[in-house]
């Protein structure tokens, strides 16, 4: 179980740095975007990103 874990936070940091590395200038706009939103903005599309992850778990196993 803890080789999983440690096997998907290190897929997760990889696919995390592609965008600051491919396009650092666009990363630093879209975080701008963000920083922008307001709360609940934010949190409806933290929420949906987890529902997408558990739907997504679902399927895979």
Same mark, same amino acid.
């Given at each position: 179980?803890?080789?999983?874990?440690?096997?998907?936070?290190? /897929?997760?940091?990889?696919?995390?740095?592609?965008?600051?590395?491919?396009?650092?200038?666009?990363? +630093? +706009?879209? /975080?701008?975007?963000?920083?922008?939103?307001?709360?609940?903005?934010? +949190?409806?599309?933290?929420?949906?990103?987890?529902?997408?992850?558990?739907?997504?778990?679902?399927?895979?196993?």
């Amino acid at each position: 179980m803890w080789h999983d874990l440690f096997v998907a936070l290190a /897929l997760l940091l990889v696919i995390e740095g592609v965008m600051p590395f491919l396009a650092p200038d666009a990363m +630093r +706009r879209m /975080l701008l975007e963000v920083a922008r939103q307001d709360t609940r903005s934010l +949190r409806i599309a933290g929420f949906a990103s987890m529902l997408g992850g558990v739907a997504l778990l679902y399927l895979i196993n």
